[in-house]
């Protein structure tokens, strides 16, 4: 009879083992869902383009020191340029 008991309680053990490393795995792989995201992250809070200190996903840390009105700029001119007629080659 104490032979079953223990078998049941290492059982149980087994199973309340596996539960935790699969809660383990997700939680896990949830926080570096997240973490990947979080990178991407405008801190400016306009919407517009990102300033500030940002991660890339090699883990380097980017600062852009730009102010706003230096950072939303165009880089052409209106007269750069030419328009180019697409046609597509049969």
Do not use: H, W
């Amino acid at each position: 009879m104490i032979a079953l008991l223990n078998f049941i309680l290492v059982v149980i053990f087994v199973a309340f083992i596996v539960v935790c490393v699969v809660a383990f795995r997700i939680v896990r792989s949830f926080r570096s869902m997240a973490k990947r995201f979080s990178g991407f992250k405008d801190v400016t809070g306009s919407g517009g383009r990102r300033s500030g200190s940002q991660k890339d996903y090699d883990g380097e840390v980017v600062i852009d020191r730009r102010s706003p009105d230096e950072a939303n700029r165009k880089i052409f001119s209106k007269n750069e340029g030419e328009y180019v007629d697409f046609e597509e080659d049969k």
